[in-house]
């Protein structure tokens, strides 16, 4: 893909453009929106099983959940329905409200990919 802002060629998985910076999947507010209305993304997706993990996570803690493609198309807003994991989706960017974004980071990481202290191996006394 290209970046809107500069026409940099990217690898279709990218969340912000190198060259100018410019982030992908948070929609643009514009003057009279709400602050807390803007979106930022927490997590990228490969699947709809990935998907429907960390969005029931998020939605039991009340976070609500809204899903963009790589461009930044709304594939689901806030408000919407389920979803339905289309095939041909590379991957989707699972937003929230900024006001939940560091919550929901928090989960993700506690709750979906648990870092190295979850993984480390005790190693055995000789």
Request: aromatic content about 6%; overall charge negative; glycine content about 6%.
């Amino acid at each position: 893909m290209k970046c809107p802002s500069c026409s940099v060629e990217l690898a279709d998985d990218v969340l912000r453009c190198e060259a100018c910076g410019t982030e992908f999947g948070v929609e643009d507010p514009g003057d009279d929106a709400d602050p807390d209305a803007e979106l930022a993304c927490v997590e990228l997706v490969r699947s709809s099983s990935e998907y429907e993990v960390v969005a029931s996570l998020l939605e039991a803690e009340g976070i609500p959940v809204a899903l963009h493609n790589h461009v930044g198309f709304a594939l689901r807003g806030l408000a919407d329905g389920p979803f339905t994991w289309d095939p041909a989706y590379d991957a989707v960017r699972v937003m929230v409200p900024r006001a939940f974004e560091q919550a929901a980071r928090e989960l993700i990481a506690t709750q979906v990919s648990p870092g190295a202290d979850a993984e480390e191996t005790e190693t055995p006394a000789n």
